[in-house]
């Protein structure tokens, strides 16, 4: 058996409320599309068997984590913060907040896909910053639908309120292979999180 990572808001947390508020309200658009807790998936494909596997991955997560924790707080960064909102073609990444670039959150994936998914021991290194170089797209998706593609009005519905939610301004829309539209962020938005570390 395999597992994802997630990496999420505090629960009940105002990031955590916020951006739960964002994705129901989203998924009332679009309503055979399916309600989630807010994450962002760190890595997936963890070989997983029981039980005290899936506490050791935690555990080496968290171990992870607060190994880097002096230095987010030191410097006021939080773990995860946004640049941009997309809409996708595919059906995970339909609406999605796209993640600042951050040096620990990709470092914490490294190490996780090099302890958990990497198998063969010569090479497990290279290939875990490999993935993370080429693959590693850290965001949080808002909606998983496969509509596609989606009417300017709904487009429309969706920039405002991620606008509304985030109170943030988005502009700069572009138009891409993987992506439907983009907007970038004019502003910060107020839903960043991971500056504290919590044990599990």
Excluded at 39 to 60: M, P, Q, Y
Excluded at 145 to 160: C, E, K, N
Excluded at 182 to 190: E, H, K, L, M, T
Aim: charged fraction near 20%; glycine fraction near 4%; include cysteine.
């Amino acid at each position: 058996m395999t597992i994802a990572l997630w990496f999420c808001p505090q629960y009940g947390s105002g990031a955590y409320e916020t951006l739960e508020l964002l994705i129901v309200s989203l998924q009332s658009v679009f309503p055979s599309s399916p309600t989630f807790e807010p994450h962002i998936t760190v890595t997936n494909n963890l070989v997983c068997k029981d039980e005290d596997d899936v506490n050791r991955i935690l555990t080496s997560c968290v171990a992870a984590m607060q190994s880097i924790r002096a230095s987010l707080v030191k410097n006021g960064d939080s773990l995860v913060s946004f640049r941009s909102c997309s809409v996708g073609k595919k059906f995970f990444n339909k609406v999605v907040l796209d993640c600042s670039d951050n040096r620990y959150l990709v470092s914490i994936a490294q190490i996780m896909r090099e302890l958990y998914v990497e198998v063969d021991e010569s090479s497990r290194s290279q290939r875990a910053a490999t993935w993370v170089r080429d693959e590693f797209r850290p965001h949080l998706s808002l909606l998983y639908s496969d509509t596609y593609p989606i009417s300017q009005a709904f487009l429309r519905v969706i920039q405002q309120r991620i606008e509304d939610a985030l109170d943030v301004q988005m502009d700069g829309v572009e138009r891409g292979s993987d992506y439907q539209l983009r907007w970038n962020f004019y502003g910060v938005p107020a839903c960043s999180w991971g500056c504290r570390v919590l044990s599990k």
